[in-house]
């Protein structure tokens, strides 16, 4: 990775700016069954999707990448579907240097979503604590590995 030297120590000249919750969806079965349903019969089942991250050119000679991770949760009483959801994260990276292609799509491709992950997997165990679902533990997933495995595109945009 591209590095400079401060006065504090090595910093990265690929910086995570910010991000945003920027979808949930989420929606219960209303059945009698399902509110008193105690926590030792909930199951989940989960999945992540990795859509294409978008690149842009700023004026100032910066780049900036918008990478989004999404996820999909299900939690099951009996194999039953309680309740689901979808929700996304974006995230905003910027760069002052340009990157062999191989050095951009490790960075873009593998590290930002799984920089996003745990804000993401932060922000859905909030959503179903609020919700009733005490500790709900979603799984640990290994982000580098899935997405190195997943066809990402990087979108040039205007």
Do not use: H, W
């Not at 990775?1 to 989420?26: A, P, R």
């Not at 910066?62 to 979808?86: C, F, H, M, W």
């Not at 593998?110 to 932060?122: G, N, S, T």
């Amino acid at each position: 990775m591209d590095k400079q030297q401060s006065n504090s120590g090595i910093t990265s000249t690929f910086q995570f700016i910010n991000y945003k919750i920027d979808k949930i969806d989420f929606s219960m079965t209303p059945m009698t069954a399902n509110i008193i349903c105690p926590k030792e019969q909930v199951s989940v089942d989960f999945g992540l999707a990795f859509p294409n991250v978008q690149k842009m050119q700023e004026n100032n000679g910066k780049t900036s990448y918008i990478a989004r991770l999404e996820a999909k949760v299900t939690l099951l009483n009996n194999d039953e579907p309680l309740a689901q959801g979808i929700f996304a994260i974006s995230g905003m990276f910027v760069t002052e240097n340009a990157f062999e292609e191989e050095t951009e799509q490790n960075l873009i491709r593998i590290q930002a979503p799984a920089i996003l992950f745990p804000y993401l997997r932060a922000a859905i165990t909030n959503i179903l604590a609020s919700s009733g679902f005490d500790t709900v533990i979603l799984p640990l997933v290994n982000v580098q590995a899935v997405a190195k495995n997943v066809q990402i595109e990087i979108e040039n945009l205007k």
